[in-house]
C-alpha cells in the first residue's frame, strides 16, 4: 500500500486535486474583507508608517516592502479561511474526500503561496516604474518570491490548524505571531545597523532571510550568504508544514 | 418520480472489490475523553443493500459517520469499504464513497454549478462527464433553474438536495446519508425518500442514520438500533417488530390526563413502558388483558372515564422503546 500510495498515478492525482483545493481557497478567500485589511492594506500602511517616519529614501526600502507584502498577503489566507470552514463543516469536505492529510494541507498551502507570490508583483512594479529599482540578480529574487511566499505560507497554514471556528480568533494569534516576527527582522533596521543583541533576535525570524534575499536581487548587499538565506526558509517551512499537517491529524483524532 | 434511465442511475466499479462486504465495522471504539461515544460496534453492509442506523440523539450515528468516511479517527477497532480499511488505505476507500454530512455542507459563496464542479474535480470526475452528470443531477433535484445562484441564498431544503447531487457526481459505490431529511417540510422530506430509494434501486450501497422509525420502517432493508454506542439489534424491520410481539401495547385515553396520570399509570402492575402520544398514553406489558383491567380499575378509583382504549400490534418503535429504554422524544405522533 505504500508502494501504491507513492506511486506515480497517485501522487498526480493527489497534486491535481491539492491544486484544486487551493484554487478554490484563492477563488474564494482573496477578496474577503479579513485578507484586504491584513493581508494587503495593513502592512502597507505599517511599511509607509515606519518607513516615511525613518525618512530614509523609498528605494532602499523597495525589497522591505515586497518582504512585507509577500509575508502578509501568503500567511493570511488559510488563517481567513479555515476556521469559517469549520464552522460552516465545509472543512470535513477535505477530510472525506480521497487525498491524504498531508495533500489537502499541501493545498491549504499552495492557496497562501501562489496569493502571496502574486501580491509581491504590485510593490515590485511600484518599485520599477516608480523609484528606478533594478532586478540585477532575477534568478534570486525569483527565488526569494517563491521561497518566502512559502515559508510564510506555511506559517498561515499552521496558525490556521489551530482548531477554532471563529475566524477572529486565527487572525489574532495570527497578528500576534506576525507583528513580532516583522518588528525583529532585519527590515526596518538593516542588518549592519544593528546592535549584536538585535541582530541574534534578527535572526531568529524567517522574514530576516527573505528580506536577505530580496535585497541581493534588487542590487543591495546582503548580509548572509544566498544558499543559508535560501536554506533557512525552506527549513522554516518544512517545520511549519509539518507541525501544521501533525496538528491536523490530532484534531482529526480528537473530533 | 425519475424516470428509468435516471441519472441517478449506473456506479462506477473502479476501486471495489466485488467479493467483499460494502461496509464492514469491527469492534469499532470512539471515545472523547472519558466519554465513549461509540463502544466496540461491528456489523456489516452487503452490495446494494439500504442499511438503516437508527438511534437517539447522542447515540453515536455521526460519530460512526465521520469514522467511516475519514473525517474522524477511531480510538479502536475497524472499518472498511469494499475491502479498504479507512484508515490504513484511506484513498481507495474514499474513491469509493461519498457522504451526504448532517449539516448541509455546500460553499455558501459558490453557486450550485461551482459547488458541483469542485466536488467532482476533488473527486477527479473529468471535466466534460462531471458537466454532464452535473445537468443531470441538477434537473433531477429540481435546481436546474437556480444552477447560477449562489448558495448563500439557497432555503434548507434546497442545500439538502444540492449536497445530496454533490455527493453523486463522483457515482459512488457507497453512499453515506447523515439524517437526510431531518429539518425538513413533509414534501422535501417524501422527494428524497423517493430519491433515496431510487439510488439504492440504481445499485448504490447506502448507509442511512436516522432517528425517525417510520423512515427505517419504510424505507430500510435492515436497520440497526444504537443507543449510547452501542448495536442493541439489527435485523430486517419486519423482523424486529416480529420480535417485539412477545410485548404488546395497549393504548388508553382517560377524559382527564395530567402528567400524574401517566406516573401514576406507569406504576401500575404489570406495566413496563408509558410514552405519551398526544392525548393518548402508550403502555407496554407482557399481558394486554390484565393490563386493561388493571386500566379499568385505576380509572374507577380515581373517578376518570376511559375515552379511548386500543390492543393495537406492535410498531418499530415499541422494539425500539423497549430496545433503548428512551422512546417519546425520538418520534412524533402519527409517524408511525
Ligand atoms: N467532538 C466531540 N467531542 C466530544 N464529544 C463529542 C464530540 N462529538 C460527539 N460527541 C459526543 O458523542 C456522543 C455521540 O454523538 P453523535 O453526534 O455521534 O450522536 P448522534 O447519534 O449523531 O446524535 P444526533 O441524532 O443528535 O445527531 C454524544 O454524546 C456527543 O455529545
Ligand atoms: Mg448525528
Known amino acids: 500500500m505504500i508502494a501504491e500510495a507513492l506511486s506515480p498515478e497517485r501522487l498526480g492525482k493527489e497534486l491535481r486535486r491539492a491544486l484544486v483545493i487551493a484554487g478554490k481557497d484563492i477563488r474564494i478567500y482573496c477578496l474577503k474583507p479579513p485578507v484586504l485589511l491584513f493581508g494587503l492594506v495593513f502592512p502597507f500602511f505599517l511599511f509607509l508608517a515606519f518607513f516615511v517616519g525613518k525618512r530614509g529614501p523609498i528605494e532602499e526600502g523597495i525589497p522591505g516592502l515586497i518582504c512585507i507584502s509577500v509575508f502578509f498577503a501568503s500567511s493570511n489566507i488559510a488563517p481567513a479561511g479555515m476556521p469559517f470552514e469549520r464552522m460552516t463543516k465545509t472543512f470535513s469536505r477535505y477530510l472525506s474526500a480521497p487525498l491524504s492529510l498531508t495533500w489537502m494541507v499541501f493545498g491549504k498551502t499552495l492557496a497562501g503561496f501562489f496569493f502571496g507570490v502574486a501580491v509581491s508583483v504590485i510593490p515590485l512594479l511600484v518599485g520599477i516604474i516608480g523609484y528606478g529599482t533594478s532586478v540585477t540578480s532575477p534568478g534570486l529574487l525569483i527565488l526569494a518570491l517563491l521561497a518566502g511566499g512559502m515559508c510564510f505560507s506555511c506559517l498561515g497554514t499552521l496558525v490556521g490548524s489551530m482548531p477554532t471556528e471563529a475566524p477572529g480568533n486565527a487572525m489574532t494569534v495570527l497578528n500576534f505571531v506576525r507583528l513580532p516576527l516583522l518588528f525583529m527582522s532585519g527590515i526596518f533596521v538593516t542588518l549592519e545597523e544593528m546592535p549584536a543583541w538585535a541582530r541574534g533576535l534578527a535572526a531568529v525570524s524567517p522574514l530576516t532571510y527573505a528580506n536577505d534575499l530580496l535585497r541581493r536581487g534588487t542590487g543591495f548587499a546582503g548580509y548572509y550568504g544566498w544558499w543559508l538565506d535560501l536554506l533557512v526558509l525552506l527549513l522554516y517551512a518544512t517545520a511549519f508544514f509539518f507541525i501544521a499537517a501533525w496538528i491536523f491529524n490530532l484534531s482529526r483524532r480528537r473530533s | ?336
Not at chain 2, 476533488?122 to 445562484?149: C, I, M, N, P, S
Not at chain 2, 434548507?156 to 429539518?183: C, H, S, Y
Not at chain 2, 422530506?189 to 432517528?211: A, K, P, Q, Y
Not at chain 2, 377524559?255 to 413496563?272: H, N, Y
Request: proline share 4%.
Open chain 2, 1 to 336: 418520480m425519475l424516470c428509468s434511465d435516471s441519472p441517478l442511475k449506473g456506479v462506477a466499479g473502479i476501486t471495489a472489490r466485488d467479493d467483499f462486504s460494502a461496509i464492514e465495522v469491527r469492534e469499532l471504539r470512539k471515545r472523547y475523553g472519558d466519554m465513549t461515544a461509540v463502544d466496540g460496534i461491528s456489523f456489516r453492509v452487503e452490495p446494494g443493500e439500504l442499511f438503516g442506523f437508527l438511534g437517539p440523539n447522542g447515540a453515536g450515528k455521526t460519530t460512526t459517520v465521520n469514522i467511516l468516511t475519514g473525517v474522524s479517527l477511531p480510538t479502536a477497532g475497524s472499518a472498511s469499504v469494499f475491502g479498504h480499511d479507512v484508515v490504513k488505505d484511506p484513498f481507495r476507500a474514499r474513491e469509493a464513497i461519498n457522504v451526504v454530512p448532517e449539516v448541509s455542507n455546500a460553499y455558501p459563496e459558490y453557486t450550485a454549478w461551482s459547488n458541483l464542479m469542485f466536488t467532482a474535480s476533488l473527486y477527479g470526475v473529468h471535466r466534460g462527464e462531471a458537466e454532464q452528470r452535473a445537468e443531470e443531477l441538477l434537473r433531477a433535484f429540481g435546481l436546474h433553474d437556480k444552477r447560477k445562484v449562489k448558495v448563500k441564498g439557497f432555503s434548507q431544503g434546497m442545500r439538502r438536495k444540492l449536497v445530496i447531487a454533490m455527493a453523486l457526481i463522483n457515482r459512488p459505490r457507497v453512499l453515506f446519508m447523515d439524517e437526510p431529511t431531518t429539518g425538513l417540510d413533509v414534501q422535501s422530506v417524501l422527494s428524497i425518500r423517493e430519491m433515496v430509494r431510487d439510488l439504492n434501486r440504481s445499485g448504490i450501497t447506502i448507509f442511512l442514520t436516522t432517528h425517525n422509525l417510520n423512515e427505517a420502517n419504510i424505507l430500510c432493508d435492515r436497520v440497526a438500533i444504537i443507543n449510547r454506542g452501542k448495536i442493541v439489534a439489527i435485523d430486517t424491520p419486519e423482523n424486529l417488530k416480529s420480535a417485539a410481539r412477545r410485548v404488546q401495547a395497549v393504548e388508553v385515553s382517560f377524559d382527564r390526563m395530567s402528567p400524574e396520570t401517566e406516573v401514576e399509570v406507569a406504576s401500575l402492575a404489570g406495566i413496563k413502558e408509558v410514552s405519551r402520544r398526544g392525548d393518548k398514553l402508550r403502555l407496554l406489558t407482557d399481558d394486554p388483558s390484565a393490563a386493561v383491567s388493571a386500566l379499568a380499575r385505576f380509572a374507577g378509583e380515581r373517578y376518570l372515564a376511559i375515552s379511548y382504549i386500543n390492543t393495537p400490534g406492535p410498531s418499530l418503535e415499541d422494539v425500539f422503546i423497549q430496545l433503548t429504554g428512551t422512546g417519546t422524544s425520538t418520534s412524533r405522533g402519527g409517524d408511525r
